[in-house]
């Protein structure tokens, strides 16, 4: 049964705003161009064919990035590039401030000098490296619209995205986050721009089955810890099961 609702994740509001924080320290383009590359490596270079690479391609650009530089990801993933590189995904877990789970997704050509970062960053600031809390977390497919304002008319819109299999669709103000069982990320995406709007992102992300609320105290510690796992290049992801 489809969840209408008002407001979401006071994390995944700070999460997003620092996510425009992050491309400005220019960051935010190696990070696009390794994901670039695993995605071209598992579905091909054809964009109308990769749905994966396509979102990518077009969140790079919107992030300014050099079409010469998206060009290059891509064919480093198919084996044409000079300078292929083996990239490793992996995720490790762990326990934060107020006893948060932790997931982070990394992509890197070092898995040791990854592990190390990681476990030093957040054993140095009181967190517990290597807790099992995956299963705190589902793995779904998420639309995120920074305004939804030009939606015409709300009953349709909704309609067209529970056609699509959306399980839940939450606002935020102007902001729409759409969730989806994995398989229908695409349709969901397709009904989305469909209704008229420009979509922030799309893809794949841990949801926190629950989410616990933390002091004023232990939510600085966890937004600190967070800003730090978040600079490391090999990271492409981080989610919090903070309310």
Not at 48 to 77: H, T
Not at 164 to 181: G, T
Not at 224 to 234: G, N, R
């Amino acid at each position: 049964m489809i969840n209408f609702m008002s407001g979401h994740s006071k994390w995944a509001s700070i999460k997003h705003k620092k996510g425009a924080a992050d491309a400005k320290r220019g960051k935010v383009f190696s990070k696009l161009a390794k994901l670039m590359t695993v995605a071209a490596k598992e579905g091909g270079s054809d964009l109308n064919m990769n749905f994966s690479l396509r979102m990518l391609a077009e969140k790079a650009k919107k992030a300014n990035m050099p079409k010469d530089n998206i060009e290059r990801a891509i064919s480093r993933g198919t084996g044409e590039g000079a300078d292929g590189v083996q990239m490793i995904e992996a995720v490790y877990e762990a326990m934060g401030p107020g006893g948060t789970a932790i997931i982070v997704e990394t992509l890197t050509d070092n898995t040791n000098r990854t592990l190390g970062n990681l476990k030093n960053t957040i054993i140095k600031r009181g967190g517990n490296f290597g807790a099992k809390v995956l299963w705190m977390f589902d793995k779904k497919g998420v639309v995120r619209v920074e305004d939804a304002s030009a939606i015409a008319d709300r009953d349709i819109f909704e309609l067209a995205l529970i056609e699509a299999r959306a399980d839940d669709i939450i606002y935020d103000e102007n902001a729409l986050s759409v969730y989806c069982a994995v398989p229908d990320l695409q349709s969901v995406t397709e009904a989305v721009v469909s209704g008229g709007l420009e979509i922030e992102s799309a893809g794949l992300e841990y949801v926190a089955k629950d989410e616990i609320k933390l002091s004023e105290e232990d939510e600085e510690k966890l937004f600190t810890l967070m800003d730090l796992i978040e600079e490391d290049e090999d990271v492409t992801n981080v989610f919090s099961n903070a309310a």
